[in-house]
């Protein structure tokens, strides 16, 4: 049984350019939700997906955006990238409100 | 809103010692808690959660916390550390129904032969 899994793994961008991060969830599983990791923090919640709809939403400017799709699948978006957005990204699924499993993330350098 | 703090942001110990990582949480509900290791480079693996009922929850390795309500604290310990032990772990608590997690910083764990 796969578990949860991301790409890319690592990804450089510059100032100013978008990205667009992918997440697969667990068998299963109907929600997704997504953390930003930055270098020696614990994980802050940026949203979660449920139903292709954001049913959840952290602290995070507008240029946080993310989709779900009806295979549950999903991907985080951040436009007009700053330095500060380097980080690790996870994504975790769940079915609904139980248990969160993680993904390895997508390491992102903003330069 | 919810709050974990984790005291210490580094713990070393040696192999075969007792291992005692602190976690105490706010939240204004009764909260769900969790323990969870990273490795290097890696995503987070649950070892241990706390929703109702028994208050000592057993984990995966060999690990396990105590939910104390009184003390606000869900301190994850193991009685006889391993190398392999040595890992970033993060307490997480979030509200019961919902599953937006709240983290603390983190305790490096390092384990000296």
């Known amino acids: 049984d796969a578990g949860v899994t991301q790409s890319p793994t690592h990804l450089i961008k510059t100032r100013g350019q978008q990205v667009t991060l992918r997440c697969s969830p667990k068998?299963?599983?109907?929600?997704v939700s997504w953390y930003q990791q930055a270098l020696g923090q614990g994980p802050q919640f940026i949203f979660q997906y449920y139903e292709e709809e954001e049913r959840q939403r952290g602290n995070f400017p507008d240029r946080f955006s993310g989709h779900q799709f009806p295979n549950y699948s999903s991907e985080l978006n951040v436009n007009a990238l700053l330095l500060g957005d380097s980080a690790l990204y996870l994504c975790?699924?769940?079915?609904?409100?139980?248990?969160?499993?993680f993904g390895p993330g997508t390491r992102l350098t903003v330069l | 809103a919810q709050s974990v703090t984790q005291l210490g942001s580094h713990v070393s110990v040696s192999e075969g010692a007792l291992v005692l990582l602190r976690c105490n949480y706010s939240s204004s509900v009764p909260p769900y808690l969790f323990w969870y290791v990273q490795y290097p480079n890696q995503g987070l693996q649950l070892l241990l959660k706390y929703t109702t009922g028994a208050t000592l929850v057993k984990g995966i390795n060999g690990f396990e916390a105590e939910f104390k309500k009184s003390e606000t604290s869900f301190h994850l310990t193991k009685p006889s550390a391993h190398m392999s032990d040595a890992a970033e772990y993060l307490c997480?608590?979030?509200?019961?129904?919902?599953?937006?997690?709240?983290f603390g910083t983190g305790t490096r764990l390092l384990v000296s032969p």
């Open positions: 997480a608590v979030s509200e019961r129904g919902f599953q937006k997690l709240v």
């Open positions: 975790a699924s769940s079915r609904e409100t139980d248990t969160q499993y």
């Open positions: 068998s299963g599983h109907d929600t």
